[in-house]
C-alpha cells in the first residue's frame, strides 16, 4: 500500500486514502485545530495506523502550502502601550522594602 496517495480536498478541508481512509480537519490546513479521522483500513497494526494518520495531515498542509497566495502578509504585531507625553504623571505602587537608610 502506497501510504502517500492522498486526495485532498481544502473546500472541505478532508484527505481521502487509495485505501478508503479519510481524516477531516478543522481550523488552518497547515496547522489544524483538531483532526478527525475516519475507520482505519481493516488489519492495520496501530503504528500504521499513526503513520497514515501523520501523512494524511501533512498532505493537507502541502496542498494548502501550494494554494497559498504569492503575496506573504504583512506582520500585524501589535505595538505596546505607550502613554501620550503631555499625560499627568501618575502614582506607582512600589513593592520593594526600603532599607534602614532610607527609613531613617
Not at 500504521?48 to 506573504?72: C, D, F, H, M, T
Request: aromatic share 4%; charged share 25%; glycine share 4%.
Amino acid at each position: 500500500m502506497n501510504l502517500n496517495a492522498w486526495t485532498v480536498d481544502l473546500d472541505s478541508r478532508c484527505a481521502v486514502h487509495e485505501s478508503g481512509f479519510r481524516l477531516e480537519v478543522e481550523g488552518n490546513p497547515r496547522d489544524p485545530s483538531a483532526v478527525h479521522p475516519g475507520k482505519f483500513p481493516v488489519g492495520m497494526s496501530a503504528i500504521e495506523q499513526v503513520r497514515l494518520l501523520r501523512l494524511g495531515v501533512e498532505a493537507i498542509a502541502e496542498a494548502a502550502k501550494q494554494n497559498a497566495p504569492s503575496r506573504v502578509p504583512v506582520s500585524r504585531v501589535q505595538k505596546s502601550y505607550k502613554r501620550p507625553a503631555d499625560s499627568a504623571p501618575r502614582a506607582t505602587l512600589s513593592l520593594k522594602r526600603k532599607s534602614s537608610a532610607e527609613e531613617s
